[in-house]
Protein backbone atom coordinates (compact mmCIF):
# COMPACT_ATOMS: atom_id res chain seq x y z
CA UNK A 1 0.00 0.00 0.00
CA UNK A 2 0.83 3.08 -0.74
CA UNK A 3 0.04 6.80 0.72
CA UNK A 4 0.10 10.06 -0.79
CA UNK A 5 1.19 13.31 -0.06
CA UNK A 6 0.68 13.67 3.60
CA UNK A 7 0.45 10.76 5.44
CA UNK A 8 -2.12 9.03 6.36
CA UNK A 9 -3.85 11.78 7.33
CA UNK A 10 -3.37 14.48 5.36
CA UNK A 11 -5.24 15.93 2.35
CA UNK A 12 -4.82 13.11 0.29
CA UNK A 13 -5.92 10.12 1.98
CA UNK A 14 -6.94 8.87 5.37
CA UNK A 15 -10.06 9.50 7.43
CA UNK A 16 -12.69 12.18 6.72
CA UNK A 17 -11.91 15.29 8.34
CA UNK A 18 -14.60 18.01 10.38
CA UNK A 19 -15.76 21.13 8.81
CA UNK A 20 -13.55 24.29 10.59
CA UNK A 21 -15.41 26.49 12.53
CA UNK A 22 -16.33 29.90 10.75
CA UNK A 23 -14.26 31.83 13.58
CA UNK A 24 -15.95 35.37 12.63
CA UNK A 25 -18.94 34.51 13.07
CA UNK A 26 -18.56 32.98 16.18
CA UNK A 27 -16.92 36.22 17.36
CA UNK A 28 -19.87 38.24 15.39
CA UNK A 29 -22.34 35.92 17.50
CA UNK A 30 -20.70 36.70 20.80
CA UNK A 31 -20.35 40.32 20.51
CA UNK A 32 -24.54 40.58 19.54
CA UNK A 33 -24.91 38.71 22.44
CA UNK A 34 -22.67 40.72 25.04
CA UNK A 35 -24.97 43.57 23.54
CA UNK A 36 -28.47 42.65 24.09
CA UNK A 37 -27.15 41.78 27.99
CA UNK A 38 -26.13 45.59 28.29
CA UNK A 39 -28.90 46.58 26.86
CA UNK A 40 -31.25 44.42 28.88
CA UNK A 41 -29.34 45.14 32.22
CA UNK A 42 -29.74 49.50 31.45
CA UNK A 43 -33.32 48.74 30.49
CA UNK A 44 -33.82 47.00 33.69
CA UNK A 45 -32.00 49.71 35.94
CA UNK A 46 -33.92 52.84 34.15
CA UNK A 47 -36.90 50.48 34.87
CA UNK A 48 -36.21 50.39 38.77
CA UNK A 49 -35.09 54.35 38.92
CA UNK A 50 -38.07 54.96 37.64
CA UNK A 51 -40.72 52.60 40.03
CA UNK A 52 -38.44 54.13 42.83
CA UNK A 53 -39.27 57.23 41.85
CA UNK A 54 -42.97 56.68 41.15
CA UNK A 55 -43.03 55.27 44.55
CA UNK A 56 -41.47 58.80 46.39
CA UNK A 57 -43.59 60.63 44.21
CA UNK A 58 -46.69 58.75 45.60
CA UNK A 59 -45.81 59.45 49.15
CA UNK A 60 -44.67 63.38 48.63
CA UNK A 61 -48.05 63.86 47.51
CA UNK A 62 -49.75 61.64 50.28
CA UNK A 63 -47.62 63.91 52.53
CA UNK A 64 -48.60 67.10 50.99
CA UNK A 65 -52.23 65.91 50.92
CA UNK A 66 -51.80 65.16 54.98
CA UNK A 67 -49.78 69.26 55.26
CA UNK A 68 -52.60 70.64 53.38
CA UNK A 69 -55.40 68.90 55.51
CA UNK A 70 -53.94 69.54 58.46
CA UNK A 71 -53.45 73.64 57.70
CA UNK A 72 -57.31 73.30 56.77
CA UNK A 73 -58.30 71.99 59.70
CA UNK A 74 -56.05 74.64 62.15
CA UNK A 75 -57.95 77.32 59.91
CA UNK A 76 -61.38 76.39 60.42
CA UNK A 77 -60.37 76.07 64.38
CA UNK A 78 -62.58 78.43 66.30
CA UNK A 79 -60.84 81.86 67.72
CA UNK A 80 -60.69 82.58 71.77
CA UNK A 81 -63.52 84.96 72.10
CA UNK A 82 -62.10 88.18 73.06
CA UNK A 83 -61.36 89.25 76.49
CA UNK A 84 -63.01 92.85 77.17
CA UNK A 85 -60.18 95.30 77.83
CA UNK A 86 -62.07 97.09 80.52
CA UNK A 87 -63.53 95.13 83.58
CA UNK A 88 -66.00 96.93 85.96
CA UNK A 89 -65.53 93.80 88.45
CA UNK A 90 -63.45 95.02 91.54
CA UNK A 91 -60.25 93.79 91.81
CA UNK A 92 -59.28 91.92 95.07
CA UNK A 93 -57.03 93.57 97.79
CA UNK A 94 -54.98 92.64 100.35
CA UNK A 95 -53.90 94.31 104.03
CA UNK A 96 -50.46 95.08 104.24
CA UNK A 97 -50.96 94.25 107.88
CA UNK A 98 -50.94 91.04 109.26
CA UNK A 99 -53.51 89.11 111.82
CA UNK A 100 -53.05 89.00 115.20
CA UNK A 101 -51.21 85.98 116.56
CA UNK A 102 -53.46 84.12 118.72
CA UNK A 103 -53.31 84.26 122.61
CA UNK A 104 -50.89 81.84 124.46
CA UNK A 105 -52.38 79.81 127.15
CA UNK A 106 -50.48 80.96 129.57
CA UNK A 107 -50.77 84.53 129.00
CA UNK A 108 -54.58 84.08 129.33
CA UNK A 109 -54.30 82.07 132.66
CA UNK A 110 -51.59 85.37 133.91
CA UNK A 111 -53.69 88.04 134.47
CA UNK A 112 -57.28 88.66 135.65
CA UNK A 113 -58.00 90.88 133.20
CA UNK A 114 -57.40 87.98 130.40
CA UNK A 115 -58.79 84.83 131.96
CA UNK A 116 -62.83 85.56 132.51
CA UNK A 117 -63.78 81.84 132.46
CA UNK A 118 -66.27 80.96 134.75
CA UNK A 119 -63.95 79.78 138.12
CA UNK A 120 -65.54 77.43 140.98
CA UNK A 121 -64.72 74.43 142.67
CA UNK A 122 -66.84 72.43 139.71
CA UNK A 123 -64.71 74.09 136.61
CA UNK A 124 -61.61 73.52 138.57
CA UNK A 125 -62.04 69.34 139.67
CA UNK A 126 -64.76 68.41 137.23
CA UNK A 127 -64.26 64.60 136.97
CA UNK A 128 -65.18 62.19 139.79
CA UNK A 129 -61.30 60.86 139.39
CA UNK A 130 -58.35 62.26 139.15
CA UNK A 131 -55.83 60.21 137.03
CA UNK A 132 -51.83 60.44 136.71
CA UNK A 133 -49.89 58.28 134.56
CA UNK A 134 -52.97 55.27 134.81
CA UNK A 135 -52.96 55.94 138.75
CA UNK A 136 -56.62 56.96 139.48
CA UNK A 137 -58.29 59.32 142.93
CA UNK A 138 -61.69 59.46 143.67
CA UNK A 139 -62.77 62.72 144.40
CA UNK A 140 -64.39 62.50 148.18
CA UNK A 141 -65.19 66.50 148.28
CA UNK A 142 -64.55 69.87 147.61
CA UNK A 143 -65.02 73.59 148.94
CA UNK A 144 -64.43 77.07 148.14
CA UNK A 145 -64.07 80.08 150.21
CA UNK A 146 -62.58 83.79 150.06
CA UNK A 147 -61.13 83.88 153.38
CA UNK A 148 -57.97 82.42 152.28
CA UNK A 149 -55.83 82.29 155.62
CA UNK A 150 -59.13 80.54 156.94
CA UNK A 151 -58.36 77.35 155.29
CA UNK A 152 -54.04 77.49 155.62
CA UNK A 153 -51.95 76.44 157.96
CA UNK A 154 -48.60 77.63 159.89
CA UNK A 155 -47.16 80.58 157.79
CA UNK A 156 -49.11 79.89 154.15
CA UNK A 157 -52.02 82.35 155.74
CA UNK A 158 -50.17 85.42 156.03
CA UNK A 159 -48.38 84.72 152.46
CA UNK A 160 -52.15 84.15 150.51
CA UNK A 161 -53.54 87.42 152.32
CA UNK A 162 -50.42 89.61 152.04
CA UNK A 163 -50.56 89.16 148.28
CA UNK A 164 -54.11 89.48 147.46
CA UNK A 165 -55.56 85.87 147.74
CA UNK A 166 -59.04 86.28 145.59
CA UNK A 167 -60.43 82.89 146.42
CA UNK A 168 -59.57 79.22 148.08
CA UNK A 169 -61.17 75.73 146.32
CA UNK A 170 -59.68 72.79 147.66
CA UNK A 171 -60.33 68.76 146.96
CA UNK A 172 -59.80 65.49 148.55
CA UNK A 173 -58.86 62.66 146.78
CA UNK A 174 -58.15 59.02 147.92
CA UNK A 175 -56.56 55.91 146.97
CA UNK A 176 -55.54 52.57 148.67
CA UNK A 177 -55.41 54.31 152.15
CA UNK A 178 -53.82 57.23 151.00
CA UNK A 179 -55.75 60.85 150.55
CA UNK A 180 -54.29 64.35 149.10
CA UNK A 181 -56.29 67.55 149.83
CA UNK A 182 -55.30 69.88 147.03
CA UNK A 183 -56.08 73.91 147.87
CA UNK A 184 -56.19 76.36 144.62
CA UNK A 185 -54.88 80.08 145.58
CA UNK A 186 -56.18 82.47 143.16
CA UNK A 187 -54.40 85.98 142.58
CA UNK A 188 -54.72 88.78 140.38
CA UNK A 189 -51.19 88.74 138.22
CA UNK A 190 -48.64 85.88 137.84
CA UNK A 191 -46.02 87.80 140.20
CA UNK A 192 -48.55 87.95 143.14
CA UNK A 193 -49.07 83.85 142.96
CA UNK A 194 -45.12 83.56 142.43
CA UNK A 195 -44.53 85.80 145.56
CA UNK A 196 -47.20 84.07 147.43
CA UNK A 197 -45.50 80.41 146.54
CA UNK A 198 -41.82 82.09 147.88
CA UNK A 199 -42.73 83.83 150.94
CA UNK A 200 -45.22 80.35 152.02
CA UNK A 201 -44.08 78.47 155.23
CA UNK A 202 -46.91 76.34 156.49
CA UNK A 203 -49.13 74.27 154.45
CA UNK A 204 -53.05 74.18 153.29
CA UNK A 205 -55.31 72.27 155.84
CA UNK A 206 -56.54 69.15 154.95
CA UNK A 207 -60.33 68.67 153.72
CA UNK A 208 -62.02 65.63 155.41
CA UNK A 209 -65.64 64.96 153.87
CA UNK A 210 -66.89 61.72 151.71
CA UNK A 211 -65.66 59.11 153.91
CA UNK A 212 -62.20 60.49 153.65
CA UNK A 213 -60.77 61.72 157.59
CA UNK A 214 -56.92 62.61 157.73
CA UNK A 215 -54.12 65.11 158.55
CA UNK A 216 -55.74 65.90 161.87
CA UNK A 217 -52.72 65.36 164.11
CA UNK A 218 -49.74 62.94 162.41
CA UNK A 219 -47.08 63.91 160.36
CA UNK A 220 -47.95 64.37 156.38
CA UNK A 221 -46.17 65.65 153.40
CA UNK A 222 -46.75 68.88 151.92
CA UNK A 223 -45.87 70.78 148.24
CA UNK A 224 -46.49 74.25 147.07
CA UNK A 225 -46.04 75.78 143.72
CA UNK A 226 -47.80 78.32 141.09
CA UNK A 227 -48.60 78.43 137.46
CA UNK A 228 -49.93 81.64 136.08
CA UNK A 229 -52.05 83.92 138.42
CA UNK A 230 -52.83 80.57 140.87
CA UNK A 231 -50.89 78.93 143.38
CA UNK A 232 -51.38 75.70 144.31
CA UNK A 233 -50.90 73.75 147.90
CA UNK A 234 -51.20 69.53 148.37
CA UNK A 235 -51.03 67.82 151.59
CA UNK A 236 -50.96 63.87 151.44
CA UNK A 237 -51.13 61.08 154.50
CA UNK A 238 -52.49 58.10 155.56
CA UNK A 239 -56.39 57.50 156.32
CA UNK A 240 -55.51 55.36 159.13
CA UNK A 241 -54.16 58.19 161.13
CA UNK A 242 -50.03 56.95 160.66
CA UNK A 243 -47.57 59.27 160.41
CA UNK A 244 -45.87 60.00 157.10
CA UNK A 245 -42.04 59.30 157.28
CA UNK A 246 -39.07 60.54 155.26
CA UNK A 247 -38.55 57.09 153.64
CA UNK A 248 -42.06 57.01 152.18
CA UNK A 249 -42.80 56.81 148.92
CA UNK A 250 -46.73 55.83 148.85
CA UNK A 251 -48.06 59.15 150.51
CA UNK A 252 -45.34 61.08 148.47
CA UNK A 253 -46.08 59.55 145.10
CA UNK A 254 -50.22 60.84 145.50
CA UNK A 255 -49.18 64.13 146.67
CA UNK A 256 -47.19 64.94 143.54
CA UNK A 257 -49.85 63.47 141.36
CA UNK A 258 -52.47 65.19 142.60
CA UNK A 259 -50.44 68.19 142.33
CA UNK A 260 -49.42 67.37 138.19
CA UNK A 261 -53.48 67.36 138.41
CA UNK A 262 -54.28 70.44 139.52
CA UNK A 263 -51.18 72.22 137.32
CA UNK A 264 -52.92 70.35 134.08
CA UNK A 265 -56.89 71.81 135.23
CA UNK A 266 -55.26 75.16 135.55
CA UNK A 267 -53.31 74.96 132.24
CA UNK A 268 -56.75 73.80 130.60
CA UNK A 269 -58.58 76.69 131.07
CA UNK A 270 -55.78 78.76 129.31
CA UNK A 271 -56.11 76.32 126.81
CA UNK A 272 -59.59 76.82 126.30
CA UNK A 273 -59.81 80.11 126.48
CA UNK A 274 -57.20 80.29 124.03
CA UNK A 275 -58.86 77.56 121.75
CA UNK A 276 -61.92 80.25 121.87
CA UNK A 277 -60.36 83.45 121.22
CA UNK A 278 -58.30 81.81 118.21
CA UNK A 279 -61.86 80.76 116.82
CA UNK A 280 -63.28 83.81 116.99
CA UNK A 281 -65.51 82.70 120.22
CA UNK A 282 -63.86 85.23 122.61
Excluded at 95 to 105: G, H, Q, R
Excluded at 140 to 154: E, F, L, P, R
Excluded at 220 to 227: D, G, K, L, Q, V
Excluded at 229 to 253: E, H, N, P
Aim: include cysteine; aromatic fraction near 6%; charge should be positive.
Amino acid sequence: MSFGQGGPYGPGGGAPQPPTPDWNALADDTAARGRRRKWLLAGGGLLATGAVAAIVAVAVTSDDNKGSGSDASAGQLPTPQDLPSDSSAPEPTFSDVAPPAPPKPLDIISSAERDKAPLSAGTLFPEKKAVTQGRGYTKATTSATSGCASVAQGGLGPALTGNGCRKLFRATYSQNGVAVTVGIAVFDTKAAAEKAKKEATGGVAALSGGGVNFCHGPVCRRSTNAIGRYAYFTISGYTSGKSVTASDTKALRAGRDIADYAFRRILARGNAQASAAASGGG
